[in-house]
């Protein structure tokens, strides 16, 4: 089993332009920052599969699932896509579907009106318990979370409102979605030191695809949250650097929530 997780900037990425042809011909339908982010989370795909399956050298082919998500048609590896900013991520897992999110830290319009919309009761105490100076930091981590949550069901953000998160339980629910742990880490580090939180989900029991259609084209803010230990199994961490991938330390860890864990 295994579960790979890779970071790079777009505009190395886009340097790759031999990588796979059809990528590029098929972006040449977008426009700027969409065509960018588009061929760099693809790019870094294919240069993370390639890690595991040394032998592969395009993208396998893609659908679609009924609100959007891509997959692979033909290939047992299961895989998620995020960009924020100047930076992509792809995370892979061969043992059931996956999802990430990336989010920088910045200005939020009319902050104290999203908190009141996004909170929900089992998150208000230790939200609330946060220093004003960072409570921007922390639901930054708490966005990427549900992000992530409904990038793994594949709803999109349709289902935004029936996330439910109880921090007190370390736990959340959402409907239609499968059991999962849902880990929420600084990358400060690997994106220029500037402040950042990714959430990735992490991969339990097995599952499959239904075909849709054809895929055309204070110190740390988040230091009150609950914390828990990274589970133990095969999971890498990469990031792009000149010109190929290199391995890193897992990143600090902010928090970890069961998923529909009953």
């Known amino acids: ?21 059809r990528l590029f011909d098929y972006a040449a339908r977008f426009k700027g920052k969409r065509r960018e ?32 998500k891509p ?8 895989f998620n896509l995020t960009h924020s900013a100047s930076s992509a991520i792809a995370y892979i897992s ?11 830290l910045k200005p939020r319009y009319n902050f104290d009106g999203l908190k009141n919309k996004v909170l929900g009761p089992g998150e208000w105490p230790y939200f609330n318990a946060v220093a004003e100076n960072v409570q921007l930091e922390t639901f930054t981590a708490l966005w990427t ?3 992530c949550v409904l990038k793994l069901s594949g709803r999109g ?19 239609d979605n499968q059991s999962a742990l849902i880990h929420c880490v600084r ?47 095969h999971r890498g961490f990469w990031q792009f650097k000149a010109g190929e991938l290199e391995a890193f330390e897992q990143p600090r860890a902010v928090m970890c929530l069961r998923l529909n864990a009953d």
């Open 145 to 147: 979370i549900r992000e």
């Open 157 to 175: 953000l349709g289902g935004l409102s029936q996330i439910e998160i109880d921090l007190a339980q370390k736990s959340m629910r959402c409907p």
């Open 187 to 233: 990358f400060d580090d690997y994106l220029e030191g500037k402040p950042s939180f990714c959430s990735y989900s992490e991969p339990l029991g097995e599952s499959t695809h239904s075909p849709e259609e054809e895929l055309v084209g204070q110190e740390s803010g988040s230091a009150c949250l609950p914390q828990e230990p990274f589970s133990q199994g």
């Open 1 to 21: 089993m295994f579960s790979e997780l890779a970071v790079g900037r777009i505009a190395d990425l886009m340097a790759l332009e031999s990588i796979d042809q």
């Open 71 to 78: 997959y692979f048609s033909d290939f047992k590896c299961y």
């Open 94 to 104: 061969d043992v059931s579907p996956c999802a990430v999110d990336l989010e920088f």
């Open 37 to 68: 982010s588009f061929l760099a989370s693809r790019i870094l795909l294919l240069l993370l599969l390639k890690k595991v399956y040394p032998q592969l050298e395009q993208l396998p082919k893609m659908l679609l699932m009924q609100y959007g």
